[in-house]
């Protein structure tokens, strides 16, 4: 199999969330040639594709998405998003490092190293097609529970998300932040801008509770997350008329927790706030996702070994971005590493990955096999 064959063909191919589209078919069908035992296991919009290899010791998982994000306008891009064109050892398309790329890195690193080496663990293939959607057509973490429920254990997983920043390796995760979001209706009254007596103005009432919000610290942080971070995403209210005070204000929020703080701590402190003001108001929150963090160091350290055996140099670990599946694999109790490509291109125009460092993500790969089998 060639890594750069095969990662044009699942390019090629428009996976947007929740839609595999295809990609499980090429997939599968590689790795039960190497003997993997392949299943589906689909609900709601989503599909995964769930392969094991090996039936003693305990698992290791790669963790992947064959699914990608909308395009943006397509006249915006410099080669065609759905081509898998190669220009100075890059391949171009939605996808490439977001992370179509990898996980071919990965099948590739597996190629490798079970032609040379006598397995002594189970590896576990894990992709669904639904990383980047919305919670409505069914995430992973259903697939998980099913997993546990009849008896499936993962010790160890590798989650293929782009972490690398500059060089290929040089940044890997052990945790992400927490994401809870909130939409807050500020209830005023609507009158006539000339009377002042007879309305209520929902955008002064709401100057106060940004002041608070600005300068509120959630909690300190720790040494592995950032403190807790709250942000303002939209502000919308106005009639559309010049006279008129407008009744109501919506505003949508977002906090990225670390550890340090859990959701309903946020809730607290936030409705609290709110109260404190004597606001009339109503709210809806959403919560994405609650931090993890790997805190054994048994699989990090094997990690960290095969990067530095592969590149000469020792990765630094970063728990910052975006959420990840990361936070549902933490429910199977297993050590998680994020590991994959530059994070440079993804989700923007002309998404693309080095060659190069695929072919050094597969050698890493190869050597954290290997150092798994001691
Ligand atoms: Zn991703």
Sequence with gaps: MNLEKLTKQLIEIESISPNDAGCFDILESVLCGMNFSCERINYKSVENLYAVLGSEGPTFCFLGHTDVVPTGPLDKWTYPPFGGEIHNDHMYGRGAADMKGNICAFIEALETFLSTEKLNFR???????????????????????????????????????????????????????????????????????????????????????????????????NEHFQPTSFQISNINSGTGAGNIVPGELIMDFNFRFCSESTSDDLITSFEEILNSLDLKYELDWSLSGNPYLTTKDFFINKVISAIKETTGREPIINNGGGTSDGRFMIAMDAEIVELGPLNESIHKIDENVSLNDLKTLKDIYVNLLKNLST
């Design 123 to 221: 590896i576990a293939v894990l992709l669904t097609s639904n990383e980047e959607g919305i919670p409505e057509d069914g995430f992973i973490d259903e697939l998980l529970e099913k997993l546990k429920a009849r008896g499936e254990t993962i010790d160890y997983c590798l989650v293929g998300e782009p972490s690398s920043s500059s060089t290929v390796a040089d940044t890997i995760r052990i945790g992400r932040r927490g994401s809870l979001s909130g939409k807050l209706k500020i209830i005023g009254k609507q009158g006539h801008i000339a009377y002042p007596e007879k309305f209520v103005n929902p955008i002064f009432l709401i100057s106060d509770l940004i002041k608070i919000l600005k300068e509120k610290k959630w909690d300190e942080g």
